[in-house]
């Protein structure tokens, strides 16, 4: 970093400013709408990158480049901390988006804290994980558990329809049951005792995983794990918001598309207003 830094790195955070979340679509409003419930005082900017979704589709150096362009608007827009609500960017540039903010701005990702709950609660015993295309071929998940839980058996599947189908608007009904079920059925062969959501997306479809898997096994949704993560580190920075913020939640998009309309009315009860923001002109 240099001296010819905009004047929006060089200022001091305070608690008041906004947390950015960036997912390339709807996924991350699961993580939007716990950080909502959990720090009610907390003001959003959300990004979904719509116009490159789906993310699990795109190769490692094209993910690289849409989180740091990600982070340069979420920066503009003073966000004290950058939460990556997507596996796929997680898995693909979390480490570059730590080097790129330096200690100027705080980024959680989804992955980190999902492991680490993972290695504390499932010991000894065997877990499965689908995720993107990108996600599992990655192995970030098997890497990272290897580190924190070596006695942790990981059991991963690619499910590389279920983000599209959730994009069109297809969760729990008839369809997503159908191609739940299909995918599952793979897991039939382990004694997996959770099943990691390794994808923002899939708490949509949680009821149908949930159904299918019965009582016995756990539907990790990284959600709320993340969440406190975020409130773990913004005590951590003294950045926690303590009383409400004035100023509203702003939801920006790349591209205007129906579905993503849909379902933030479907999420916050109520229409949001969404902005458009073009990573690229």
């Avoid at 709807?26 to 939007?32: F, Q």
């Avoid at 999902?114 to 993107?132: K, M, N, S």
């Avoid at 005590?235 to 920006?252: E, H, M, R, T, W």
Wanted: glycine fraction near 6%; charge should be neutral.
């Amino acid at each position: 970093m240099n001296s010819m830094q905009p004047n929006f790195l060089n200022r001091l955070k305070k608690a008041s400013d906004p947390i950015g979340v960036f997912d390339s679509g709807i996924g991350g409003l699961t993580v939007a709408k716990a950080l909502k419930k959990i720090l009610p005082n907390e003001r959003l900017i959300y990004f979904g990158d719509t116009a490159h979704l789906p993310y699990g589709e795109k190769s490692k150096a094209a993910l690289q480049a849409y989180v740091i362009k990600s982070i340069d608007f979420l920066l503009e827009q003073e966000a004290k901390l950058i939460l990556i609500a997507c596996n796929s960017a997680s898995a693909a540039a979390f480490e570059l988006a730590q080097a790129y903010l330096g200690s100027r701005v705080r980024v959680v990702s989804v992955i980190e804290p999902t492991v680490q709950y993972v290695a504390t609660r499932f010991e000894g015993q065997e877990v499965g994980l689908i995720g993107t295309r990108q996600t599992i071929n990655s192995e970030v998940y098997v890497k990272k558990l290897a580190e924190k839980a070596p006695s942790i058996q990981l059991r991963a599947l690619a499910t590389p329809l279920l983000a599209n189908m959730i994009e069109e608007g297809f969760f729990n009904n008839g369809i997503s049951q159908q191609i739940v079920a299909k995918y599952l059925k793979f897991f039939e062969a382990y004694p997996i005792k959770g099943l990691i959501l390794g994808c923002t997306h899939y708490p949509l479809i949680k009821t149908d995983i949930s159904h299918y898997l019965g009582d016995e096994i756990e539907t990790i949704d990284a959600s709320n794990i993340v969440v406190e993560a975020v409130r773990k580190t913004l005590v951590s920075d003294n950045l926690l918001a303590c009383a409400p913020n004035s100023l509203k939640d702003q939801f920006f998009v790349s591209d205007f598309t129906e579905s993503f309309a849909a379902t933030t009315r479907i999420f916050f009860g109520e229409a949001v207003r969404l902005e458009l923001h073009q990573l690229w002109e």
